[in-house]
Antibody, heavy 119, light 107 residues
Framework: QAQLQESGPGLVKPLETLSLTCSFS?????????GAWIRQPPGKGLEWIAS???????YYNPALRSRVSISVDASRSHFSLSLGSVTAADTAVYFC????????????WGRGTLVTVSS | SYEVTQPVSVSVALGQTARITCGGN??????VHWHQQKPGEAPVLVMS???NRPSGIPARFSGSNSGNTATLTISSVQVGDEADYYC??????????FGGGTKLTVL
């Protein structure tokens, strides 16, 4: 059964880098799926962050591009998110999800992980 | 950047029909997907590519998309349909875009 699971620190200090990993099973990134990161600040809506097919085929939200990096590992068993210079505005539940291709729906989501930015 | 707008809230009586809209410039030329999110849970895809129901989604859910408005229609609304609903659209070049979400209340 296909599934995704987010992991990483729940607390990050301001101006530091937020790093999360999405472990997945039951399908492959790049063959044929994209992996994606999406976040949701408390009480607010969803915001797409980035989608990765391979380390050479990545799409980023232009509003976050300067601070975000996403990668998929060689074994393709997980993909990662790095968000630099975080502020309180980056406090959110971070979800990973999959899609067949950009423009297709996110058809499977992880349960999400709350990351709080605070000193 | 491409923007889509949703009503903040929609209320409907039990057993009636709810219509949740997603507005955007010529959105009818794009493919729109819909996600349902209940409190404390991850979103779940309920409508794909304008009007395709994923496996396991009741036939009470339907979708349409034309002109500047895409619509998710839920007929015979049940208490279990109370949730936030988000539309998702690809802007055509670089970005996935979500609507701000609509809270569906069943009266």
């Amino acid at each position: 059964q296909a599934q995704l699971q987010e992991s990483g620190p729940g607390l990050v200090k301001p101006l530091e880098t937020l790093s999360l990993t999405c472990s997945f099973s039951g399908f492959s990134i790049g063959r044929p799926y994209f992996g994606a990161w999406i976040r949701q600040p408390p009480g607010k809506g969803l915001e797409w962050i980035a989608s990765v097919y391979s380390n050479e085929n990545i799409y980023y939200n232009p509003a976050l591009r300067s601070r975000v990096s996403i990668s998929v590992d060689a074994s393709r068993s997980h993909f990662s998110l790095s968000l630099g210079s975080v502020t309180a505005a980056d406090t959110a539940v971070y979800f990973c999800a999959r899609q067949v291709i950009v423009g297709d729906p996110f058809d499977l989501w992880g349960r999400g992980t709350l990351v709080t930015v605070s000193s | 950047s491409y923007e889509v707008t949703q009503p903040v809230s929609v209320s409907v009586a039990l057993g009636q029909t709810a219509r949740i809209t997603c507005g955007g410039n010529n959105i009818g030329e794009k493919l729109v997907h819909w996600h349902q999110q209940k409190p404390g849970e991850a979103p779940v895809l309920v409508m794909s590519r304008d009007n395709n129901r994923p496996s396991g989604i009741p036939a009470r859910f339907s979708g349409s998309n034309s002109g500047n408005t895409a619509t998710l229609t839920i007929s015979s609304v049940q208490v279990g349909d109370e949730a936030d609903y988000y539309c998702q659209v690809w802007d055509g070049s670089v970005a996935e875009v979500f609507g701000g979400g609509t809270k569906l209340t069943v009266l």
